[in-house]
């Protein structure tokens, strides 16, 4: 059972429950089970027992324990939302931290219905469990910090969804997610390639990314579409095998039907969106598809075993308009609709 210590309280994403809450419940019955309800309250002083006492203390365990089998079946195979607002590394510009937060509140402008889907958030077993508590400085202990958040979502039953934050937390919920599912495939939907090896002399940057979640589920596990920016150096390397790499979107229809019944992480750069389109990220790439292609793209997965995903990159700074976090908040939408599918 998740603790909930690597979380922070945030406001919450359209129609989610708090998860907090359903886990603290969970955890209060159990807690019920193992020690027994009535060892509260001692017998009487002549020896007889406070019937009355332990009757009100049976009834309250009782319903206790009705409110936790209720949350234990919330959680089952629920969608859990977090926020993972990591923004030390981005090349351009910066902001991606404050993604979660805006994508939050722009879900609100959003319908709890898709029509796209025929699915209503309303009826859908979703969750937010806030921000992961970042402390600010080395990025090591910041991914760990992640990859615990991801293990522990992952221990209840649900399936998480990450918002972002920098690309560079898409690599502590792989390691994770692999962790639970060994045969894991990833879907990365990105405007850049992600797969430096260093960038300027370093190893973990979102820049390198894909490379590192390469060495985690082998380069060929990974199917890139809607790449556009890319190093001669990152072309030789993704492009092995060539049939995971397309800079189209409706390389996505091909990916669904290789994926099959596997495991499946989504990673979606907002940035694969024309910049006319979501201006409101860290390195905009001119030439991408409309927003309305890349959802239409995104029907295409539906079907699929979609274990986990997220959306980064966010950067509201640049947003003046809000129609970056208004787009990533239908995305998300859409995504809840495929993983609780």
């Known amino acids: 059972m998740g603790s909930v210590n690597h979380f922070i309280d945030t406001s919450r994403f359209m129609a989610a429950r708090d998860y907090r809450v359903a886990v603290r419940g969970r955890g209060a019955g159990d807690a019920l089970r193992k020690h027994g309800a009535s060892d509260a309250h001692p017998d009487a002083a002549d020896g007889t027992p406070v019937a009355g006492q332990r009757l009100r203390d049976a009834a309250v365990a009782g319903q206790r324990l009705r409110d936790a089998a209720v949350a234990r079946q919330q959680l089952r195979n629920a969608v859990v939302l977090f926020g993972a607002p990591l923004d030390a ?27 796209q889907a025929g699915l209503d958030l309303e009826t859908l077993a979703l969750f937010d469990a806030g921000d992961v508590d970042i402390a600010p400085g080395e990025i090591r202990p910041a991914l760990g910090m992640i990859h615990d958040a991801v293990r522990e979502i992952l221990s209840d039953g649900c399936k998480p969804l990450m918002l972002g934050g920098e690309h560079l937390v898409t690599l502590p919920a792989v390691e ?38 390469s060495a985690v589920v082998g380069r060929e596990n990974i199917y890139s579409a809607g790449i556009r920016s890319i190093s001669a150096d990152e072309y030789e390397y993704a492009r092995c095998p060539a049939t995971n790499f397309s800079p189209r979107l409706d390389a996505l229809d091909d990916f669904a039907h290789i994926a099959g019944n596997r495991p499946v992480y989504l990673t979606i750069d907002i940035d694969v969106v024309d910049p006319a389109f979501a201006p409101g990220t860290g390195a905009p790439e001119p030439g991408g598809p409309s927003s309305r292609e890349l959802l239409d793209a995104l029907a295409g997965l539906s079907g699929l075993d979609i274990v986990a995903a997220d959306i980064v990159e966010v950067a509201p700074p640049y947003d003046a308009a809000g129609i970056t976090a208004a787009l990533a908040a239908k995305i998300a939408r859409e995504v809840i609709m495929m993983m609780a599918g």
């Open 89 to 115: 590394t981005m090349s351009f510009r910066s902001g991606a931290r404050h993604g979660p937060r805006a994508i939050r509140e722009y879900s609100y402008v959003l319908e709890t219905f898709s029509a």
């Open 176 to 213: 994770a997610v692999h962790g639970a599912y060994p045969g894991l495939m990833v879907i990365q939907i990105d405007a850049h390639a992600d797969m430096r090896e260093q960038y300027l002399g370093q190893d973990l940057t979102h820049a390198g990314v894909m490379r590192r979640v």
